[in-house]
């Protein structure tokens, strides 16, 4: 049976709300009722299940009228939806409010030809009629979290539209919330400041080379997990919109090597067996306190290497990172090639963790953070990548961009759509998914821009692609920009209006930062940086080079090749919120 929502431009439908739903499946019905009208040009208005059925309904939310989904819709995740025809009507509902208004946007995407590219650039097919066949589709995420730490994927628009749920992302409750972190970040001194500890109990902090130093906190010592716990308690006390909180790590690697540390690291194999043995304790006394909450950690640089015996709670999220790695082949085939590669030591971290723990998350990275215009083509081994961590039983995952104020990474809108895409069906074709945000984004620019993307991909095959790579990197050669000029020359020559040369315009700053970065001759590269500096300025950038004041990244284009003298020139001078 077809159901005609919209035929010869006219509707007989209503869609429907429970008289008890909350302000995300009201937003959810309100999307879908704009999205109808905006491709067809027709009005179908919706009501709450207290009035009168009228005709042929589309119900949002599983408490609307009498139509009973319940067995089908508790076998979904809390993110996963339903969409079903019932006789005349049509089910769109998930086990949770945020998954029904998924569920609403992926029947868009399905019928009308919705797309959310980028937090300004949409798209939705016009058409004279909405006439689907017999449905009955059910999708779950592939992953319970979701991130792509981009900043333009932080707008709420974007990230509900495309089923991310960053905890920095700005989803309202309207647009189903998200994941709220207190913080994922590094917190051991934000937990116990130096400042504050360490002049009057250099023991609370890590014992190195036969003296204390404030760089990690001593876990053996039960004075610092007493003072861990009651500044954590705070915390939760003074956030009860966070659901988890992050007791991890200093970023640096000098951890306590004390007699008591040393034992329990000695007996696990790796220092993450003092690290997983106090976050343990903490999660404990959390759990008897805040049943609810989650508590964060790192296996990070020196904690990467899970224990031998000990494993975490199961209110502790493990999030793995992979910053020693390279990104020019998927992990998985480097690893086949070099058994002894710190790719291939990735991957044994990754189980040996899921082995004993079923909260296992990924940070990845996904541009270059010493240069964020400069290329980064990461986008098929990324999807490799994504579909390993699956396999291996990875619940969430976070890609990190540019994710600070005003910063601008090569092909960042790029990546953050396909990673959208990935981290909710890992199967799906990266090649499709690429070709649509192109065309979508570059209109008739699009096939010279896939062209770039697969000219530098090539490139850097045989390379170690790092995250802190350099302008003379050896994939990067004079002739290969010249023909990525070309291909730019191209998509701009064949745009069809200003709207479109402007975001190509801006992708071509990576071609002219890498040009100026690379001239030999001093005075050259100073007018090739000033040039550069009005369009980095044109587009409202603030931030090229990770950590680095913008006029700062200028001198130091200007003052050394290569942008490589970069001494005490890094600023914590941004804040993610």
Request: proline share 3%; with cysteine; charged share 30%.
């Amino acid at each position: 049976m077809s159901l005609k929502i919209v035929e010869n431009g006219k509707s007989n439908y209503h869609i429907v709300n429970s008289y008890f739903s909350d302000e995300c499946e009201r937003f959810a019905s309100s999307e879908l009722q704009k999205y109808i009208y905006q491709s067809t040009n027709v009005f179908v208005p919706y009501f709450s299940d207290i009035c009168p059925k009228r005709g042929p309904e589309i119900i949002i939310g599983k408490n609307a009228r009498d139509i009973i989904l319940d067995n089908e819709i508790n076998l979904l995740s809390d993110e996963g939806f339903i969409i079903k025809t019932v006789g005349e009507n049509l089910v769109i509902s998930g086990r949770t409010s945020r998954g029904t208004l998924y569920g609403v946007y992926r029947f868009l995407e399905i019928y009308l030809g919705f797309k959310c590219f980028t937090k300004d650039v949409e798209k939705t097919d016009k058409k004279t009629d909405l006439i689907i066949d017999e449905i009955n589709l059910t999708e779950n995420p592939d992953f319970k979290y979701r991130d792509a730490y981009f900043r333009g994927a932080f707008d709420g628009g974007f990230a509900s539209k495309n089923r991310l749920n960053s905890s920095v992302a700005d989803l309202s409750r309207e647009k189903g919330g998200n994941m709220k972190f207190f913080s994922a970040h590094h917190t051991f001194e934000t937990l116990m400041p130096s400042k504050i500890y360490f002049e009057n109990h250099p023991e609370y902090y890590a014992y190195i080379n036969e003296e204390r130093k404030n760089t990690q906190l001593c876990l053996s010592n039960d004075d610092v997990l007493k003072i861990v716990c009651e500044n954590l308690f705070k915390q939760i006390e003074e956030n009860p919109h966070c659901k988890v909180f992050s007791v991890a790590q200093n970023d640096n690697e000098q951890y306590c090597q004390c007699e008591k540390c040393r034992k329990i690291d000695d007996a696990e194999g790796s220092p993450s067996g003092s690290m997983i043995n106090f976050v343990n304790k903490v999660a404990d006394k959390v759990k008897e306190k805040y049943p609810d909450i989650l508590i964060h950690t790192f296996a990070y640089q020196y904690t990467k290497k899970a224990p031998k015996h000990i494993k975490p709670r199961e209110n502790i999220i493990v999030r793995l990172c992979n910053i020693e790695c390279e990104w020019s082949m998927p992990f998985l085939e480097k690893a086949q090639l070099y058994p002894d590669s710190k790719e291939a030591d990735f991957i044994n971290n990754i189980k040996d963790w899921t082995s004993i723990s079923d909260n296992v998350y990924i940070w990845d990275y996904a541009v270059n953070f010493s240069n964020y215009l400069q290329f980064f083509p990461c986008y098929y081994q990324m999807a490799e990548n994504i579909k390993l961590y699956k396999k291996l039983g990875v619940k969430g995952v976070l890609q990190q961009g540019n994710f600070s104020y005003g910063a601008a990474a090569n092909m960042e809108e790029l990546k953050s759509y396909l990673i959208s895409r990935l981290l909710w069906n890992v199967n799906e074709n990266p090649d499709e998914i690429i070709d649509e945000f192109l065309e979508g984004v570059y209109g008739n620019g699009a096939q010279y821009i896939k062209e770039y993307l697969l000219l530098t991909t090539k490139a850097v095959k045989g390379h170690s692609l790092g995250i802190y790579n350099y302008p003379e990197s050896p994939y990067i050669t004079d002739e290969l920009l010249e023909k990525c000029e070309e291909l730019f020359k191209k998509a701009m020559l064949n745009a069809e209006n200003d709207e479109v040369k402007q975001r190509i315009e801006k992708e071509s700053l990576a071609i002219e930062y890498l040009k100026a970065a690379r001239c030999e001759d001093d005075k050259e590269r100073e007018k090739r940086v000033d040039v550069f500096k009005e369009k980095v300025k044109k587009f409202k950038l603030t931030e090229i080079m990770e950590r680095i004041n913008l006029e700062l990244s200028f001198e130091i284009m200007k003052n050394s090749r290569f942008a490589r003298n970069r001494e005490d020139k890094y600023s914590m001078y941004y804040v993610v919120k």
